[in-house]
């Protein structure tokens, strides 16, 4: 059987977050007639508890952390929100902004879960080495929220690139010479900027 969830469109932020993916985010909790629920993850913070109104309860990793005011207040005055907030009034979307602590894949589960979200939005990751390393370690946040959770996950590539044709592989396949004109490096076929 079938549950259709009665909460909000998630959608995963992050500094890097593409006008790609507040643009999908937006135009579907528009059509689904849903507020779009911003979730900010502060991974310099861990939850420790919740207190007994609800409220999550952090601690900084680092001791020189930010605390987790500071951390919602900037979250709040960064570029990434107003463009949200223009996005989504110019819509009808109704907006809420959430800052959340610990790993981006179980916060945004855990919160899309307690919340009763219809779908998660998230983006494909950004090239880096700082990305790389991040990946070595966990994952994507998108592939671990697609295969650890039960609300639906809608993956926005990041890139405008055309899908590959099939001649474009076969003739990277039967290339003497990987460095060609016009035939990408393989490691921008496996790793490229926008890929999960």
């Given at each position: 059987m079938s549950v259709v969830r009665s909460g909000p469109v998630v959608v995963g932020l992050a500094a890097t977050t593409s006008d790609r993916v507040l643009d999908e985010a937006v135009a579907i909790a528009r059509d689904l007639g849903r507020q779009l629920a911003c979730v900010f993850v502060d991974e310099s913070r861990v939850p420790i508890g919740e207190?007994?109104?609800?409220?999550v309860v952090t601690a900084?990793?680092?001791s020189n952390a930010m605390n987790a005011a500071d951390a919602v207040e900037t979250a709040a005055a960064s570029p990434l929100t107003s463009r949200i907030v223009a996005k989504a009034s110019a819509a009808g979307v109704d907006l809420a902004f959430h800052t959340l602590a610990g790993d981006p894949a179980t916060a945004i589960a855990r919160f899309a879960v307690d919340h009763d979200a219809r779908l998660i939005v998230?983006?494909?990751r950004r090239t880096g080495i700082r990305a790389s390393l991040g990946l070595?370690?966990?994952g994507p946040v998108s592939s671990r929220l697609a295969r650890r959770q039960p609300v639906p996950v809608l993956v926005v590539p990041?890139?405008?690139?055309?899908?590959?044709?099939s001649t474009a592989a076969d003739e990277l396949l039967l290339a003497d010479d990987a460095d060609a004109p016009g035939i990408p490096a393989p490691d921008d076929l496996m790793f490229g900027d926008g890929h999960a």
């Open positions: 207190a007994p109104d609800g409220t900084p990793i680092a998230v983006g494909t070595l370690i966990a990041v890139h405008d690139r055309a899908p590959w044709s």
